[in-house]
């Protein structure tokens, strides 16, 4: 048994090696192709015995047998024909052209080569519903993605942002009398408020297309309860002075109802409320205390609270003064220091310069001649010289 598998082995070797080494046997390539696109069949042999060439399509009709056409097909093109090449071209390729081709040549005997041709059929661009209402937070919404067209079945990708989701498996359905299929995928979210227009994006992956191609993307829309922050109109309320609080109600929808109150008590006389805004016209220490907020959007209410502590402007001033004297203080020591230096170092400067003087005129007082009082004044600047050394 084994010797008569390596002996077919063998027979099936050489049959390749005969194929291969004859010059006049045709050479195609498969080719695959997405609808719409355009397709070039080239048929080779090495050698040519001056006998034609020729392209056969998938119901065995002759397309081209040398330069001559065959079939009247306006997308059929001749790309190039020589004595060792035949070559041709399918524009606006269907689904229908899909299939093996055949290159003949007509020698003794007719050889063949066969070249499959795969046509790609274009999935459509991803249709995401599920967005008809808002979720509530918390709530769970189920989307789904189709995808029509492709072939062979697209595969379908859920993106939050940059993040793949995981979805539930593709549902891949074949379309009746067509090579297509059509491809649906669901995705469920528990959604938050930080998921509050956030882009859920249904991408399709296919030979076809580069990534990116072909995707949908919507916003989603996420109904939650107001988040509440009390804003006051400086960070110095001041006895005597005007001064509001804003209420800030984050949320959606947008707040409608602000309800102001004062904890452990009722709002002062001067102030007024001004929907979102607590209005004060003139503040007092009697304002004092912690205010509360209370926003109502529709979904939920919150409240956020305040602590107003008024400050007596005199205080204020004081303080500002005692900070000026301080800064004045430090300025008034370094120029008194810079003014130090600049004393001595003048004394310093004309003493060295007085001594150099009455050491260069000692010596020539009491000299008897002009010759012997500049000797002497060279022998006191000298000495002078030697004094200072010696004094330093």
């Known amino acids: 048994e084994r010797a008569r598998r390596?002996?077919?082995?063998?027979?099936?070797s050489d049959l390749c090696v005969g194929v291969y080494?004859?010059?006049?046997?045709?050479?195609?390539?498969?080719?695959?192709?997405s609808v719409g696109g355009t397709v070039t069949l080239t048929c080779r042999v090495a050698e040519s015995d001056n006998s034609s060439l020729q392209w056969s399509n998938t119901a065995q009709q002759t397309l081209y047998f040398g330069e001559k056409r065959a079939l009247r097909d306006n997308r059929i093109q001749l790309h190039r024909s020589t004595s060792t090449e035949l070559s041709i071209t399918i524009a606006d390729v269907q689904l229908s052209d899909e299939g093996e081709y055949t290159c003949s040549i007509f020698t003794m005997p007719v050889r063949t080569a066969r070249a499959t041709v795969t046509v790609l059929g274009v999935p459509g661009k991803p249709q995401i519903s599920g967005f008809e209402n808002a979720v509530p937070e918390g709530g769970k919404v189920t989307l789904t993605c189709i995808?029509?067209?492709?072939?062979?079945?697209?595969?379908?990708?859920w993106y939050r942002g940059d993040q793949e989701l995981e979805g539930r498996l593709d549902v891949v359905e074949p379309v009746p009398d067509d090579p297509t299929y059509n491809v649906s995928s669901e995705l469920t979210l528990e959604v938050s408020r930080s998921d509050d227009n956030a882009l859920i994006t249904c991408a399709v992956d296919h030979p076809s297309l580069a990534p990116g191609d072909k995707r949908s993307e919507q916003a989603l829309r996420v109904l939650y309860s107001p988040e509440v922050v009390i804003s006051p109109e400086n960070n110095l309320p001041r006895e005597g002075e005007k001064?509001?609080?804003?209420?800030?109600?984050n949320g959606n929808p947008e707040p409608t109802t602000y309800m102001w109150e004062k904890k452990d008590g009722e709002l002062p006389p001067l102030a007024k409320v001004d929907g979102a805004f607590l209005r004060f016209e003139m503040l007092n220490k009697s304002d004092n205390g912690?205010?509360?907020c209370q926003v109502d959007n529709g979904i939920g209410n919150n409240q956020g609270e305040y602590t107003l502590l008024v400050q007596d402007p005199t205080a204020m001033l004081t303080s500002s003064g005692v900070d000026h004297a301080v800064i004045g203080g430090v300025v008034a020591v370094i120029v008194f220091i810079l003014l130090c230096l600049l004393i001595v170092l003048g004394r310093y400067l004309i003493r060295h310069k007085g001594t150099y003087l009455t050491h260069e005129a000692k010596g020539s007082d009491d000299a008897p001649d002009a010759d012997t009082a500049i000797i002497n004044a060279e022998g006191g600047h000298s000495g002078a010289e030697d004094k200072k050394e010696y004094f330093i």
Do not use: N, W
């Open 6 to 12: 390596v002996m077919h082995f063998v027979r099936l």
């Open 21 to 33: 080494d004859d010059p006049l046997q045709p050479v195609t390539s498969d080719e695959t192709v």
């Open 147 to 157: 995808s029509t067209g492709s072939k062979p079945p697209a595969r379908l990708i």
């Open 243 to 249: 001064f509001f609080l804003q209420c800030l109600g």
């Open 290 to 292: 912690v205010y509360l």
